[in-house]
């Protein structure tokens, strides 16, 4: 299996773009980016703008050449509605079922997505708690699981893709996760690696320091059942992240389990754009 994160905090956006090549199939897991629309009071710098477009080019890149397209959920960062919709066609769409647990934003924007893409895509197919079998690769996905700590924000599904020799998991938006049920899909489903998009301590007062102290007790049940543990996106918002999850770096020495960014994964140097916005700006 060869998996190719995109877009992820890490490398300079919003997201959780990811390429999994197996033997038998071509997936692209949510094909969006997107940049925050202010940070620290500061509208996105021009390298952030500009590597928003890089990643763009090369997310269409990779989703023309896909056999399967998966959007976990309806959020900005892991979908477009807008262009190059011409990735879509004649593709088998997977996606988080568009009225049931979804809130009023995310149903509203599932329904223009539906409306943008209509005709263009082989099959569509609402993923959640499903299985789809592509050769010898499996796709499965999780039932609808909270964005984050509650429904506020909607439902995301979690995507396993298993072809035999390896299981890879993407969380997609569980921030954390701090909840049973986002847990246990990827306790149950012992995969070799795993992309968790982590707790949304940069927002620490809405987040909570229980859901916290909750996900660094779950990261730690991860890294016992899995090879290696990818965190990013929401996490890596955070310049301290790793200073909140030292328990999950020594749990993961004990079992000589890797801990790191989707910069590390590709041997690149992390580049957190956001985090660094007022350092772009020049400002204290």
């Given at each position: ?51 928003e ?62 409306e ?40 995301v ?16 938006d ?65 310049l ?36 660094r ?8």
């Amino acid at each position: 299996m060869k998996i190719i994160p995109i877009a992820f905090e890490t490398l300079g956006t919003r997201g959780m773009a990811t390429f999994v090549k197996t033997k038998d199939v071509k997936i692209f897991i949510d094909p969006g980016v997107a940049l925050a629309p202010k940070r620290y009071g500061l509208p996105p710098h021009p390298i952030e703008l500009k590597r928003e477009e890089e990643h763009w080019k090369q997310i269409v890149k990779f989703a023309t050449k896909s056999d399967v397209l998966i959007i976990t959920h309806y959020h900005y960062d892991h979908h477009n509605p807008w262009k190059n919709l011409e990735i879509y066609k004649k593709k088998t769409i997977l996606v988080k079922h568009p009225t049931e647990k979804i809130n009023k934003s995310q149903k509203q924007r599932s329904a223009f997505f539906l409306e943008q893409i209509k005709g263009l895509p082989k099959t569509i197919e609402y993923a959640d708690g499903n299985e789809y079998e592509f050769g010898d690769t499996k796709v499965k996905f999780s039932g609808p699981v909270f964005h984050g700590t509650n429904p506020r924000l909607g439902y995301v599904v979690e995507t396993l893709i298993d072809d035999d020799d390896y299981r890879f998991l993407h969380t997609s938006d569980v921030e954390g996760p701090s909840q049973d049920d986002q847990l246990d899909f990827i306790l149950k489903n012992k995969p070799n690696l795993v992309f968790l998009d982590g707790p949304l301590s940069y927002m620490i007062y809405r987040f909570g320091n229980k859901n916290m102290e909750k996900s660094v007790e779950n990261m730690i049940k991860i890294v016992n059942i899995c090879d290696e543990l990818i965190v990013d996106h929401h996490f890596l918002r955070d310049l301290k992240w790793k200073e909140r999850i030292v328990e999950v770096f020594e749990a993961a020495k004990e079992k000589k389990v890797e801990v790191k960014t989707v910069a590390d994964y590709l041997g690149k140097k992390i580049d957190c754009l956001e985090a660094r916005r007022k350092e772009l700006y020049g400002k204290d």
